[in-house]
């Protein structure tokens, strides 16, 4: 592997292991090895490493979200697609963590991190179109879809935060992949209003697949303040 590549494969390593403004490119250089004059040969400073690692992000996700349009979508693509996302969320996890300390910290990674929402709301907003055509949910105004394609974004770049402060009181606890998964489950939710008879079942049947399990949810039932989290 190129000097260059293994740069980001570890600074992508220690961001998601430590947080991004707790590793410093001194620190990236001793994990590989290298001197700090050979890190700098190939990039200038940490934000430029970041902004490298965003466009391998970036080009997974186009990749996860590359819709067909010869054939007609499957509940599999559905799952595929929220699965793959919720993937990339996991291995890019650092940058949605500390997402608006380092959008703040780099006009190039806010342009492009701006750009790359408005793509993926469009995507988001075709895969609706694409399940209407398929018979899995009614068929939407666009006012609506781009309502619910906003509503989907959100809960997917937001769930981590939510995990985060969700286990604050556990100072043990850890993110897993299972838990981040989960917020697949808040994703159908929205979709439930608009399933048709056909594939209600069916959806409904994935969606338990990814029922939340926390922490403070039994407590909640218990106490009477509310259903448990994701007791839709």
């Given at each position: 592997?190129?000097?260059?590549?293994?740069?980001?494969?570890?600074?992508?390593?220690?961001?998601?292991?430590?947080?991004?403004r707790?590793?410093?490119?001194?620190?990236?250089?001793a994990h590989?090895?290298?001197?700090?004059?050979?890190?700098?040969?190939?990039?200038?400073?940490?934000?430029?490493i970041?902004?490298?690692?965003?466009?391998?992000?970036?080009?997974?996700?186009?990749?996860?979200?590359?819709?067909p349009?010869?054939?007609p979508i499957?509940?599999?693509?559905?799952?595929?697609?929220?699965?793959?996302?919720?993937?990339?969320?996991w291995?890019?996890?650092?940058?949605?963590r500390?997402?608006?300390?380092?959008?703040d910290?780099?006009?190039?990674?806010?342009q492009?991190?701006?750009?790359?929402?408005n793509r993926?709301?469009?995507?988001?907003?075709?895969?609706?179109?694409?399940?209407?055509?398929?018979?899995?949910?009614?068929?939407?105004?666009?006012?609506?879809?781009?309502?619910?394609?906003?509503?989907v974004?959100?809960?997917i770049?937001?769930?981590?935060?939510?995990?985060?402060?969700?286990?604050?009181?556990e100072?043990?606890?850890?993110?897993t992949?299972?838990?981040?998964?989960?917020?697949i489950?808040?994703?159908?939710?929205?979709?439930?209003?608009?399933?048709?008879?056909?594939?209600?079942e069916?959806?409904?049947?994935?969606?338990?697949?990814?029922?939340?399990?926390?922490?403070?949810?039994a407590?909640?039932?218990?106490?009477g303040?509310?259903?448990?989290?994701g007791?839709h």
């Amino acid at each position: 592997m190129k000097t260059r590549d293994r740069i980001l494969l570890s600074s992508l390593d220690l961001f998601n292991e430590r947080g991004e403004r707790n590793v410093t490119t001194n620190h990236i250089a001793a994990h590989l090895a290298i001197s700090p004059g050979n890190l700098y040969y190939h990039f200038r400073n940490k934000s430029d490493i970041i902004y490298e690692i965003f466009l391998e992000y970036e080009k997974l996700v186009d990749f996860y979200l590359d819709i067909p349009e010869n054939r007609p979508i499957t509940l599999d693509d559905l799952t595929f697609y929220l699965e793959s996302v919720f993937d990339g969320l996991w291995s890019y996890r650092f940058f949605h963590r500390d997402l608006e300390y380092l959008l703040d910290s780099d006009q190039r990674l806010r342009q492009d991190y701006r750009e790359f929402t408005n793509r993926c709301l469009a995507a988001i907003s075709r895969i609706f179109e694409k399940l209407a055509e398929a018979g899995i949910i009614e068929p939407q105004p666009e006012e609506l879809r781009s309502a619910m394609s906003l509503n989907v974004w959100l809960v997917i770049t937001n769930w981590m935060a939510f995990l985060k402060t969700a286990h604050a009181s556990e100072a043990s606890a850890s993110l897993t992949l299972t838990e981040l998964k989960q917020g697949i489950y808040q994703v159908l939710t929205l979709e439930i209003p608009y399933l048709t008879a056909d594939y209600r079942e069916q959806v409904m049947t994935l969606r338990e697949k990814y029922r939340p399990r926390l922490p403070d949810a039994a407590d909640a039932s218990v106490s009477g303040q509310g259903e448990p989290i994701g007791n839709h």
